[in-house]
């Protein structure tokens, strides 16, 4: 089975704060995608990476920015924490960009105080 | 843009008493709808995929149907396991195609 794991399912963080979020998929996929998911707005897709080193920018990409040094290892970064980033963050993985099923880790309760 | 919308917001059955779930979607063409089952405090796991108007996929007591402009999510004889969030997706044609998601029908089975 797939298994996409998240660094932390809770972070509690300050305003103003850098914060690191990482993803790790144990199956070869060349596809990361990283979201956030909030009450009545459903999942929203800030950055994707189809390969190692490259970057898309999703629906919601302001304040955030991403890493993809290894193909397995996909990491979202808040350059600076507000508190309206406060949020579930949900990273996925899919074998190819069109058509296949995304596989997603338990997500990251992520407070901004 | 594509849209995703997902009816209703919440839906409460008795255990045994079957039921539709339904997504409507706008797309510039469809590449592939999605269904996807949330439990709270996870991340979403994939049901189903559907390519084409007239498909129709099961699992157990799930079956997954797709028109020109919308999805059923048929759930038959639920049980209480079947309580979660059910999400729907969409992905478009034509280059790389993001997936954008509904915000989820909350089903409740009562035992």
């Known amino acids: 089975d797939v298994k996409v794991t998240q660094s932390s399912r809770y972070l509690v963080k300050r305003t103003g704060e850098k914060v690191f979020l990482e993803c790790v998929q144990d199956?070869?996929?060349?596809?990361m995608f990283w979201y956030r998911q909030d009450p009545g707005l459903g999942l929203r897709l800030i950055y994707f990476?189809?390969?190692?080193?490259?970057?898309e920018k999703g629906d919601i990409p302001e304040g955030y920015s991403v890493s993809r040094e290894k193909k397995e290892r996909f990491s979202l970064i808040l350059e600076s924490a507000s508190t309206n980033q406060t949020s579930m963050y949900l990273c996925?993985?899919?074998?190819?960009?069109?058509?296949?099923?995304?596989?997603f880790g338990p997500g990251t309760r992520l407070t901004v105080t | 843009e594509d849209q995703v919308t997902q009816s209703p917001e919440a839906l409460r059955l008795q255990e045994g008493e079957s039921s539709s779930l339904n997504c409507s979607y706008t797309?510039?063409?469809?590449?592939?709808l999605f269904w996807y089952r949330q439990d709270p405090g996870k991340g979403p796991e994939f049901l189903f995929t559907?390519?084409?108007a007239g498909e129709e996929k099961e699992k157990e007591r799930l079956k997954a149907t797709l028109t020109k402009k919308e999805s059923f999510l048929h759930i038959t004889a639920p049980k209480p396991e079947d309580s979660a969030t059910y999400l729907c997706?969409?992905?478009?044609?034509?280059?790389?195609?993001?997936?954008?998601f509904g915000t989820g029908t909350k089903l409740q089975v009562i035992p």
């Open positions: 996925a993985s899919s074998l190819s960009a069109s058509g296949s099923k995304q596989y």
């Open positions: 797309v510039s063409g469809l590449r592939g």
């Open positions: 559907l390519y084409s």
């Open positions: 997706a969409v992905q478009a044609t034509g280059g790389y195609q993001k997936v954008t």
């Open positions: 990476s189809y390969d190692v080193k490259m970057k």
């Open positions: 199956m070869d996929h060349e596809n």
